[in-house]
């Protein structure tokens, strides 16, 4: 069975800083897929950047990257230069290679201060 | 990004009422979710769909849930009957594939209160 794990609750930072969100992973599978997604005030849930496990090279999109250590399970997103409207929830997320389930974490709240 | 829109984004119904949610996914898309979000939680997985048919569903999803997406029209999700416990937000999702076509896209959400 897949878990994804969030242990950091919220985060507070100022703006145009560097923030880290960690979050560690659970699979039998050798082969699967990792998620990061935000979900704003609104509700509105917006998919950011994904990992291929197969991949040795971070991925990057825009002000985001990722942070993939394969043999401690985890996943962290950098956000760089963050701004006011980075403010949400961000969703760590998972689904195994051909499985039909994506199965998130607990969420980790970011507030950007001016 | 592409984009799945929900119909309604709010429904308030009385316990034990049938229910209707209508997603419309996006247009190349051919796997559709449901996803339960509780206040303050996390989105659980219901059921995903492909070809016509459930592949896959978790607990969540009872027996008085079913969905269908008849002739290539809107992907509902049907409750009946309701009950106080199914008052969340229920977000549907649709991706292209599975493997490495497996981005999952979701809607706004739907709202649904179980008075």
């Known amino acids: 069975a897949q878990k994804v794990t969030q242990t950091q609750t919220s985060i507070s930072v100022m703006e145009k800083t560097t923030v880290t969100m960690d979050c560690v992973y659970e699979?039998?599978?050798?082969?699967?897929?990792l998620f990061w997604y935000k979900q704003t005030a609104s509700g509105e849930i917006v998919f950011l950047i994904r990992q291929d496990s197969y991949k040795k090279e971070n991925a990057t999109v825009g002000h985001y990257s990722l942070n993939f250590q394969k043999p401690k399970s985890s996943i962290g997103l950098i956000i760089t230069a963050t701004q006011i409207e980075d403010s949400a929830v961000y969703f760590c997320a998972m689904r195994e290679d051909m499985g039909y389930k994506l199965t998130f974490g607990t969420g980790t709240s970011l507030l950007v201060d001016p | 990004g592409p984009k799945v829109l929900q119909i309604p984004s709010h429904q308030i119904i009385d316990m034990g009422q049938m229910v209707t949610l209508n997603c419309d996914p996006v247009?190349?898309?051919?796997?559709f979710y449901w996803y339960k979000q509780i206040l303050g939680q996390q989105m659980e997985f219901l059921v995903n769909f492909y070809n016509g048919k459930v592949m896959e569903k978790s607990k969540l999803f009872k027996d008085q849930f079913s969905v269908e997406r008849p002739d290539g029209s809107y992907f509902t999700l049907k409750i009946q009957p309701t009950a106080l416990e199914d008052s969340a937000v229920y977000f549907c999702?649709?991706?292209?594939?599975?493997?490495?076509?497996?981005?999952?896209?979701f809607g706004a959400g739907t709202r649904l209160s179980v008075l």
């Open positions: 999702a649709s991706s292209l594939g599975l493997g490495i076509q497996n981005t999952l896209y």
């Open positions: 699979t039998q599978d050798s082969s699967y897929f």
């Open positions: 247009s190349n898309h051919l796997y």
